[in-house]
């Protein structure tokens, strides 16, 4: 019985070596929370699995300039204990927060959770809203790609074979933001999500909407913002009227993306009514702004 | 492959195919049985067992993950003359036991949490339980026992 | 009552140590020297014709030891209570999906799969039928036994047909002022025990006999099973119930099906075998509890008075029998509620299909019409005006009243005082007025509404007209003078060992500590019917009680004889033995004295129920010796924009007579709303064309520790005279009406009845059920990991 091969390197470099040996079925493994469970199905999966879970680059968690860098190996706890996390991009903290429960927190990983690629993976549309980069790394070189292109279709993206997808990156947003994530699922904890909403937001000193970016997750197979339910926003003095026009607009593009399924039925009103309330939170929150200089 | 660890703070090796999860590894190989298996992909907790004294599914783990490693199971939490510590006393106190087979999990989670966070809520404590299934009590008596673990443990700072 | 020493006292679990430590041995923990793995191969069509097993190419296969079929066994291994439709490995037809074909014993895991992969089997597909009332149409593929299969059988698919009758409820009906008629219906629930199922066998060394090691819940009845199956003389077989983590009601035929294949394959390669149960493999082919679809008609007059129900309830049995025929009748005895009424008419079918087998689950038949006609019961208050409570306190059983079954009830009725003792808890006036007052208008979009909902219920005692009612428990005092205790009666999480070792101390005026409970054995215990029907603490308390007496009259003897006095004049102080005057003696000496004189120190005490008549054909009579009667309150919280549904507070009031062992009470009651809870919100057994859809935990969704509020329990301690120091039950009453408090509540919060169980997001969003189509692969996946 042929079994895999497991290699544990100690930085990106050594990992890239591993999996790029020609003739070799390599497969990365981060959290395994994922890989795990797909091996157990299929043993012969792959020839060689590459550990990088515990290479230190690839769980820093840093602020470089106006940006703030993500190992794509930092865990989903190691994600929502981060300070610098919580202060610039809540929306992504608690999305952390609710995926399944503290043990898949403390192994799962946020590189584990977008290669992995599920149309009900937590952390997309809060990634997605922040506009996040995606760094990766191959054999031939290096490249990024927002979040929401590198997501071909569920379990697909665009890392190349051989690639690593080493961190995330996005730019902090401006002061005054406020972020949410919202998540749906049959109970509070270990739950598969139904639909989830991130939203993100900026008034003005007019109290006019200057910036929103709305992003979801089970709810298409493709994960984009929301641009025209945003643009319907820009400008505007947030009202429950308004909310409830973006988040038709926002479920029109979804049916739009879908088609009518089994499921819209439940979907189009679940996912208005989460718009909604996303919306209001971000727009109606007080004391919850990212401060000047954070 | 071969695989070193720490195990409830003692060296260990095993002899194992990569693909074995950590959770057969201490059962079959080491004949550590008080960690049990409820599902198979992580969705119920009774396998839970502390990885660098962190929470986690060791039917997720894969056994050479851990090497160089430590790992802490529900053999390795004893009191002062081995028998219950005094998290473990408190769940025969409050009632938290009845079949017993969520139980290692769930005072694995209750010792995580109590690590990172000496003062929880009752909320607190549900979430840090979130993940451990269990069928019988209705949770209440597990929190019950961790909170006034927790409160024990303060109290006991407190005067040294 | 006089103040007692240990019952009612705060007590430790006997085995919590053990368990705490991790140190507990349950069945995939025994590993035995030279022991075998095992599987059944397992039918992935629903309903087919065995034409052909062919085991040649599988015995060839290295590693491989045995591999069986039916022809292995007795009468084809055909076995069953209280019908015999079971067999321990399918004989000529295969009725559920995951139904047992073959099985094989083998070195290790690769070669017991390859040796299940070379069984060549030929199935040739039947029509199955899925829903019990197609299963009931004279067209319908039969499923039930084939009258030239068994000619004492039933045949078609009716499997049972009960009846409740007083007076006249169509004329009665007509004549009420005020009528409502609906319809409810309910899934099938698995019962997700933590642990799954699993038994070793071990042989004899002469090969004539078998120790077989089951987390079973009715040792005896296995035993029984295996003796009649393999052919052994009932001495040679013994089986040992090992710590079992939870059953619920379901560790019971599909662990004699394992234990007689386990048996039967250790006996031919004359090593130890043992099978365990992946979560997948249980899910697929465990018995669940049954699903069931009730019509409901009720009428009353304006003042208030709840005068007469016509209900019919049909239940879908799957493809066997299993105890479907004890849990419908049940089912008929409860569907009308604990309520008098001037004329009740139920009807109960249960029918066989080709899903999933339904079976023994905790209540038994009753949280499934509870459901029913609670909401019931809730729509007619309000169509009255009525509020909830007050309109449940207007018609439910008191002392002395006559049931719908023609029985009088004796003291021993306390539901008003659950009703009145909830009211108050909940604070439910108060909270009830305020969410009307707050909720006045029509829900805004997406707003979050509160409800308060209420149920009552009745659950008669132990196995009432199912069967025989008794159980025997032993003492003996050891030669360390440790005292073993055995009852045929198990415990698998519901504490009845902690139960019968307080009410033994209690008797005896011993310490708890001095008790040893060994592991349930066939061999040291003696039969007391199943573990079943919270029948624990009543039957295996009583006959505990009653040979502790015994014990008692034996020491207190030997202690008056070494003191010089007369029985009668021996006095208790602690431990102590004391005379006339104030002479002591201790326990040990007693002891040493009785054996010196030769005294027995070894007794049985057999405790019988009170006899219970009922005419099936009547359908009138005493279902039970008496009831266990209880109301519950939900407080709920529905985001009326997504469906979904949070129980925020919980409040029990039960009826339990004399609480024993309270920290164990409390658990079983905080457990069994838990699982009310699943039932009502969350759980689905999903069967597609007979296919289960939900084959793991992130399918099948039970609450988690985020999902179950902090609740309240109240006992209302009124003593019952028949039972152990006063004592009734708690294990199942304490599931029944938790799911229909919680459908109350959400229909005060949005308006919308739920009809259907579960009240899942889909359910509460659009008052209907959003079903993907379902297929064949879980199950496949499941059975043969492709």
Known sequence: MVEFQYVRPNNVDGALAWLNEPGVKSRPLAGSTDMAILLRADPHLCDRVVDISLIPELHRIERRDDQVIIGAAATFSEVLENPLVQQTAPLLAQACRQVGAVQIRNMGTLGGNVCNAAACADSLPALVCLDALAHVRAADGERDWSVSELILSPNHTLVPPGGLLVSFRYRIPLPGSRSVFLKLGRRNALAISRLTVAALGRLDEQGRVAEVRIAAGAASPRFNRFKAAEDSLIGRLPTAELYQDAAHRVAEEMIHITGRRWSTEFKEPALEALVCRALALVFETPGSELQEGA | ?160 | MTETRYVGKPASRVDALEKVLGTAKYIDDYRLPGMLVARALRSTLPHACIIRIDITRALKVPGVHAVITSEDFIDHGRFGYPVQDMFMLAYQRVRYAGDAIAAVAAEDEESLQAGLDAIQVELEPLPGVFDPQAALQPDAPIVGERPWDAPDLPHGNLLNHYRVRKGEADEALAACEVTLSGEYATLHQEHAYLETEGALAVPSSDGKGVTVYANCQSPFLNRGNIVQTLGLAPESVRVIQPVVGGAFGGKDDLLYQTSGQVAKLALLAGRPVKMTFSREESLIASYKRDAVRMKIELGANHDGSLLASRIHVLVDSGGYASITPFTAWRSSIHAMGPYRYAACQVDTDAAYTNNGYSGACRGFGNPEVCVGIEQAIDELAERLGMDPIEFRLRNCLRPGDATPHGQVLGDDVALAECLEKVRQISDWDHRRSAIAKAQGGPSRPGEIRRGLGVAAMFHGLSLGAEGADFAVSTLAVDPDNSITLTSGLTDYGNGSRTVFTLIAAETLGLQPERFVMPRPDTETSIESGPTVASRATILGGNATRLVAMKLDSILVGSAADLLGCSPAQVARHAEQYVGPHEEAATFEEVVQHARRKGLELSVQGRWEAPEIAWSFEKGSGEPYFAYHFGAQVAEVQVDTGTGKVDVTGFWAAHDTGTVIFPQGVLGQLFGGIAQGLGYALMERVDYDHGFIQNTNFDEYLIPTALDVPDMVGAFVEKPFAPGPFGAKNIGEPSMVPAAPAILNAIYQATGRRIRQLPANLEQVLLAHDLRKEGDDRACKLGLHGK
């Open chain 2, 1 to 160: 492959m071969k695989i070193d660890f720490t195990l409830n703070g003692a060296s260990v090796s095993v002899e194992a195919p990569a693909s074995t999860s950590l959770l057969n590894v201490l059962r079959d190989n080491l004949g550590l049985t008080g960690t049990k298996q409820g599902c198979g992909i992580g969705e119920c907790g009774a396998c839970s067992v502390l990885l660098d004294g962190r929470l986690v599914n060791s039917c997720l783990v894969l056994a050479p993950q851990v090497g160089g490693r430590e790992v802490v199971t529900i053999e390795g939490v004893r009191g002062l003359e081995g028998g219950a510590n005094d998290l473990q006393q408190a769940f025969i106190d409050c009632g938290a036991v009845q079949c017993g087979y969520c139980t290692p999990g769930m005072v694995l989670a209750g010792e995580a949490l109590l690590a990172s966070n000496p003062q929880p809520s009752r909320q607190q404590i549900r979430e840090a339980i979130a993940g451990n299934l269990c069928r019988c009590t209705g949770y209440q008596q597990i929190v019950d026992a961790i909170e006034a673990t927790a409160r024990r443990r303060r109290a006991k700072v407190g005067h040294d």
